[in-house]
């Protein structure tokens, strides 16, 4: 979306937001959380999650993204900018993938503490289109990178509450043994792949941070960005279908925020299975509640055990 159209956009929904909040109608707010919880809203689902980890039952946590919801083009609701303006921390993944919260948080007349989840994480670097000139945002996809952002969530959260301080560092050494095992774990499966089946064919750039760290091909993705909401072009789908053909890749890999269509398309054309439905990756957002990736820690399970099963096969 172009600028201007998002700055009008933001802030006219700001002056509904103000009405709204003083007659009520709004989302309820999380200033208003019982027990003198601290107010937190947390973009994306997975730093979402990560805030509910590391606060526990000393914070009330607003989600602004839902499950299976883009992160990459969102549009800000009144209830955001009203949840904003209440609260006393904002927690954003970064590395660019917000585009629409600077603007957003100053129409909300904001006043606490933004921490930036990406703070002191190595970024892979983009193709240097205007899209990627931040790197590339998918941090999460990494358990490395996960500890790095619960380790920002609690510094945070410290700060703003020193009375609980002690809890939020007990609930951070928690979670954080936790994010260790399951870096283990997934070490261990994507070890027992032989390394010529380790090809890997996505919907759209957002494995990148996993692919290196488990030593991965990325043999290429449908949507050739990190941002899924650029041009597919019949150039780049000849290319892929070729890149599948030449590597020998297994499978294409769908994911659970876009439509499979484009994906089965693609896998007929290279003659490779699809994995789609249940089984497609969770890449940008986690999935909703009582699905196979409703948490953090179970999504990456979950990508992991389709992957190696799919690859494996």
């Given amino acids: 979306m172009r600028p201007f159209r998002r700055t009008t956009l933001v802030l ?5 937001a103000a009405p709204l909040a003083a007659c009520g109608a709004a989302t309820p707010q999380p200033a208003a959380a019982g027990g003198g919880r601290l107010a937190v809203v947390a973009t994306t689902t997975q ?28 549009e800000p609701t009144p209830a955001d900018i009203a949840a904003i303006g209440a609260a006393k921390v904002v927690v954003k993944s970064g590395v660019g993938l917000e585009r629409w919260l600077d603007e957003t948080i100053a129409s909300a007349g904001f ?8 703070a002191g994480v190595t970024i892979r670097q983009g193709n240097g289109d205007e ?6 945002p998918h941090i999460w996809h990494d358990p490395r990178n996960a500890k790095t952002m619960a380790q920002n969530i609690e510094k945070a959260f410290a700060a703003a ?21 399951l870096d283990a774990d997934i070490q261990a499966k994507i ?52 890149k599948i053909k030449q590597t020998g890749a297994k499978a294409v890999f769908s994911e659970s925020s876009l439509p499979p269509k484009t994906a089965e398309a693609i896998g007929r054309r290279a003659g490779v299975k ?36 799919a690859l494996g096969g």
Avoid at 131 to 136: S, V
Avoid at 281 to 300: C, R, V
């Fill in 274 to 309: 699809v994995v789609a439905g249940e089984d497609a990756l969770y890449g940008d957002t986690l999935g909703p509640q009582g699905s196979a990736g409703d948490t953090y820690l179970k999504m990456e399970e979950h990508n992991t055990d389709v992957i190696v099963q």
């Fill in 12 to 16: 006219a929904l700001a002056a509904l």
């Fill in 191 to 242: 070890g027992k792949l032989p390394p010529g089946d380790r090809k890997l064919v996505t919907n759209h750039d957002a494995f990148g941070y996993y692919i290196d760290r488990y030593r991965l091909q990325f043999v290429g993705s449908i949507i050739p960005s990190f941002d899924t909401s650029a041009e597919l072009s019949a150039q780049d789908v000849d290319n892929i279908v070729a």
């Fill in 111 to 118: 006043k606490g503490a933004t921490v930036d989840a990406s």
């Fill in 47 to 74: 730093v979402a999650d990560f805030a509910r980890n590391i606060g526990g039952d000393k914070v009330s946590v607003t989600q602004v993204l839902k499950p299976n919801v883009d992160p990459h083009d969102y």
């Fill in 131 to 136: 899209e990627e000139a931040a790197g590339d």
């Fill in 161 to 181: 509450d020193p009375a609980d301080a002690a809890a939020y560092e007990r609930n951070l050494a928690d979670y954080s043994a936790k994010l260790d095992a």
